[in-house]
């Protein structure tokens, strides 16, 4: 029996190539093995794939005392947990339990950052620039939902910026607000109605009124000084200035005041 030593692995990202990739040091050669994976690999999957690639490179040893380092918890623990949902760590598994037929394999947790000479030397392999291509690794389901949550946002607000209209809302929106469409959704029917009718302009103010052919002016009912819009109704009218202070916290307001404002501030 000879004892065969592999630290493992660092995983980094966002060098120059726009890269991640995870390394292992093998001790007993002195070889180090760096694998470019792509810039949509996760840090869970860099490191159990580094565990693989230990594993694998190692299937043609008999009768070693084999021991796999690594500073990953949830490496190891996925690797120790009888449930496995994803793919990469049972093909790991698998090569493991090849790899224990003629071995004594042991999977060892070392600390981070702690000064371990072949974990340093994997984390000092894994920071250098990643060439090549990646091997097929899949991509994470949360990495897919994040990457699809970024380009609907980056569409909404492209369709936001080129589309002409909009003059009312765009007093108060500067474009989709993930925070306010939460705090819409929770809303009550009528309570949706009305914030959309204060955003939009059309709500049952004089000014949309006149538009719509229901009253033949638009004049402020309750000062009688100008249209009564929303921009208007919550910041300008001198009738409605006491609930304006109590609600809001001031005699007057810009509409760009209003998003500062405590009624909006919580829902912005």
Same mark, same amino acid.
């Given at each position: 029996?000879?004892?065969?030593?592999?630290?493992? &692995?660092?995983? +980094?990202?966002?060098?120059?190539?726009?890269?991640?990739?995870?390394?292992?040091?093998?001790?007993?050669?002195?070889?180090?093995?760096?694998m470019?994976?792509?810039?949509? %690999?996760?840090?869970? !999957?860099?490191?159990?794939?580094?565990? &693989?690639?230990c594993?694998?490179?190692?299937?043609?040893?008999?009768?070693?005392?084999?021991?796999? %380092?690594?500073d990953?918890?949830?490496?190891?623990? @996925?690797? !120790?947990?009888?449930?496995?949902? =994803?793919?990469?760590?049972?093909?790991?598994?698998?090569?493991?339990?090849?790899? =224990?037929?003629?071995?004594?394999?042991?999977?060892?947790?070392?600390?981070?950052?702690?000064?371990?000479?072949?974990?340093?030397?994997?984390k000092?392999?894994?920071? =250098?620039?990643?060439?090549?291509p990646?091997?097929?690794?899949?991509?994470?389901?949360?990495?897919?939902?994040?990457? #699809? *949550?970024?380009?609907?946002?980056?569409?909404?607000?492209?369709?936001?910026?080129?589309?002409?209209?909009? *003059?009312?809302?765009?007093?108060? &929106?500067?474009?989709?607000?993930?925070?306010?469409?939460?705090?819409?959704?929770?809303?009550?029917?009528?309570?949706?109605?009305?914030?959309?009718?204060?955003?939009?302009?059309?709500?049952?103010l004089?000014?949309?009124?006149?538009?719509?052919? #229901?009253?033949?002016?638009?004049?402020c =009912?309750? %000062?009688?000084?100008?249209?009564?819009?929303s921009?208007?109704?919550?910041?300008?009218?001198?009738?409605? #200035?006491? +609930?304006?202070?109590?609600?809001?916290? @001031?005699?007057?307001?810009?509409?760009?005041?209003?998003?500062? *404002?405590?009624?909006?501030?919580?829902?912005?």
């Amino acid at each position: 029996m000879f004892q065969k030593i592999l630290s493992v &692995l660092r995983m +980094a990202r966002g060098y120059s190539l726009s890269q991640a990739g995870s390394s292992v040091h093998n001790r007993t050669t002195g070889l180090d093995q760096i694998m470019p994976l792509g810039k949509h %690999c996760t840090v869970f !999957q860099a490191e159990v794939y580094a565990i &693989l690639t230990c594993a694998n490179s190692l299937q043609s040893e008999q009768d070693a005392s084999i021991a796999i %380092c690594s500073d990953s918890q949830a490496a190891l623990k @996925a690797l !120790q947990s009888a449930k496995t949902t =994803s793919s990469l760590v049972v093909e790991t598994k698998s090569a493991l339990k090849r790899l =224990s037929v003629f071995n004594s394999v042991r999977l060892l947790w070392v600390p981070g950052h702690s000064n371990i000479p072949g974990n340093e030397v994997a984390k000092q392999a894994a920071t =250098s620039a990643f060439v090549g291509p990646g091997p097929a690794i899949g991509i994470n389901m949360t990495t897919v939902s994040t990457e #699809i *949550r970024r380009w609907a946002n980056k569409e909404l607000q492209r369709v936001w910026d080129s589309t002409a209209g909009y *003059r009312q809302s765009r007093l108060f &929106l500067k474009g989709p607000e993930k925070k306010l469409a939460q705090y819409a959704l929770g809303l009550s029917r009528q309570h949706l109605r009305v914030l959309t009718g204060l955003f939009t302009g059309h709500a049952t103010l004089n000014r949309h009124l006149a538009v719509m052919k #229901i009253r033949t002016d638009s004049i402020c =009912s309750a %000062c009688g000084e100008e249209d009564q819009t929303s921009v208007h109704f919550l910041g300008k009218c001198p009738g409605t #200035i006491m +609930a304006r202070y109590s609600i809001l916290g @001031a005699n007057f307001l810009r509409s760009d005041e209003l998003r500062c *404002r405590p009624l909006f501030s919580h829902m912005l």
